[in-house]
């Protein structure tokens, strides 16, 4: 369908609104249900397509620090979900395998068969159900601070978890994700909350059959310690890479976007886990586990 600047062919025209990116924002309509992206202004020839998928009750606003710098190496898109940001409501609440299947179906409304996908936070269970779904679509995922498993619950535990981290944050994260928790709604973060707490996440995450980058953060109050994820992850042959970055907490893609950019450019590459020489001092990342069948590192 034509998409027209502020809105789709046939529909009230929105109110324009003050770029918040460097992408470009457009709309389109999907299921009937009208949604709001951000997609590399010029794509770069023969580049791979990249979505980063946003968390839970949030848009894709506070993901664009580090879709930005990644937008000149892949085709980029970083959509606002069906019932999230800026993006209409479904007329039924949305589970993880729902919003699995929105994410498909806003793929081929663009025209794109594969695509490499970066999540955050609860962003994660929705690749791996995407990658459960679509095997043939995926060529590689990128989970960082994977959430929506035994650790979050129950949803008191959740809260408490969350109003840790908010400290650990930048300032900055609060002006961009809270008017995002304030549309979502009281209710639909009970709805997400129940569906999330009936999520495999772990029996997907483990049954992935592509490369999977996990980053996790050593400040994040949302996962367990990085040991933990190393133990779990070791109990089957995988493809899976663990990183972790010191310094970070829970939304490292908009608290630490160059040293992330800069980890997504070598995992995509297969090249060895070095530290961001554009970010010296700032934060550390390293290697700490690397499953059986995940491809090598290669030199050069």
């Known amino acids: 369908m034509p998409v027209r600047a502020g809105g789709v062919e046939g529909r009230p025209r929105r109110r324009p609104r003050r770029p918040t990116t460097t992408l470009a924002e457009r709309w389109t309509r999907v299921d009937g249900v009208d949604v709001f992206y951000r997609e590399s202004p010029t794509v770069p020839d023969g580049a791979s397509v990249m979505m980063h998928?946003?968390?839970?009750?949030?848009?894709?606003?506070?993901?664009?620090?580090?879709?930005e710098r990644l937008a000149d190496d892949f085709h980029t898109l970083v959509p606002d979900l069906p019932g999230f940001g800026r993006s209409g409501k479904s007329p039924s609440s949305l589970?993880?395998?729902?919003?699995?299947?929105?994410?498909?179906?806003?793929?081929?409304?663009?025209?794109?068969?594969?695509?490499?996908?970066?999540g955050n936070s609860m962003g994660c269970p929705v690749i791996c159900e995407f990658a459960h779904h679509y095997p043939d679509r995926i060529e590689r995922a990128v989970l960082v601070s994977p959430a929506g498993g035994v650790f979050n619950q129950p949803l008191r535990r959740a809260m408490g978890q969350i109003s840790r981290d908010g400290p650990r944050e930048p300032v900055g994260l609060m002006r961009v994700v809270t008017p995002d928790y304030l549309r979502f709604g009281v209710p639909s973060t009970v709805r997400m909350f129940k569906a999330l707490t009936t999520y495999p996440s772990l029996d997907r995450l483990l049954s992935l059959h592509i490369p999977t980058l996990a980053v996790l953060?050593?400040?994040?109050?949302?996962?367990?310690?990085?040991?933990?994820?190393?133990?779990?992850?070791?109990?089957?042959d995988n493809r899976l890479l663990l990183v972790?970055?010191?310094?970070?907490?829970?939304?490292?893609?908009?608290?630490?976007?160059?040293?992330?950019?800069?980890?997504?450019?070598?995992?995509?590459?297969?090249?060895?886990?070095?530290?961001d020489p554009d970010s010296p001092g700032q934060a550390r990342l390293y290697e700490i586990h690397r499953g059986s069948q995940h491809p090598p590192a290669r030199e050069g």
């Open 53 to 67: 998928v946003h968390g839970f009750g949030l848009s894709g606003r506070y993901l664009l620090p580090t879709a």
């Open 95 to 118: 589970d993880v395998p729902d919003l699995a299947h929105a994410a498909a179906r806003f793929l081929d409304d663009r025209g794109i068969d594969r695509v490499t996908l970066v």
């Open 217 to 236: 953060g050593d400040r994040d109050p949302l996962m367990p310690g990085h040991e933990r994820v190393k133990a779990v992850a070791e109990q089957t």
């Open 244 to 275: 972790r970055i010191e310094g970070a907490a829970h939304a490292i893609n908009f608290s630490h976007s160059g040293e992330l950019a800069h980890l997504i450019r070598l995992f995509m590459a297969d090249r060895p886990i070095v530290d």
